[in-house]
């Protein structure tokens, strides 16, 4: 089993995590997403934050990296958006299919991104 990390190297990684959100929330966003690149990538707060950070960003790349497979209806909304804009309207359609139910997703929900999948089609 993997060897905790030490109270030092936990409290340097709280530190990053509680210093990316003051960046962010003074909209630096290149500096919060530098503070994040210090932390594990692991789920939770850092996790939630990171993708935050890249969509303010626009790496719609690294989004699609980051996320995945989605944990959560946000999730997933995120990473179609981030598939329809790098012009991946078929990925996008396959990824709601993949995890609609996974991350319980209504199907209002479903309708709607299909729908916003269709206008980015459209538009291209």
């Known amino acids: ?7 030092a190297r936990t409290a340097a990684i709280t530190a990053a995590i509680d210093d990316a959100y003051r960046a962010f929330a003074e909209h630096d966003l ?6 994040l690149s210090t932390v594990p990538a692991q789920g939770g707060p850092a ?10 960003l626009e790496d719609w790349e690294e989004v699609n990296k980051t996320i995945g497979e989605p944990t959560s209806q946000e999730e997933l909304m ?3 958006d981030a598939l329809c804009r790098l012009g991946s309207q078929g990925e996008a ?3 709601v299919q993949r995890y609609a139910g996974a991350v319980r997703l209504g199907s209002d929900l479903k309708l709607e991104l299909e ?5 980015t089609e459209s538009s291209l």
């Open 30 to 35: 290149p500096r919060a997403l530098g503070l």
């Open 115 to 119: 729908a916003r999948i269709s206008i």
């Open 93 to 95: 359609r396959e990824t």
């Open 47 to 56: 996790r939630k934050l990171r993708i935050e950070v890249l969509s303010g």
């Open 1 to 7: 089993s993997p060897t905790p990390p030490s109270p």
């Open 78 to 80: 995120i990473l179609v």
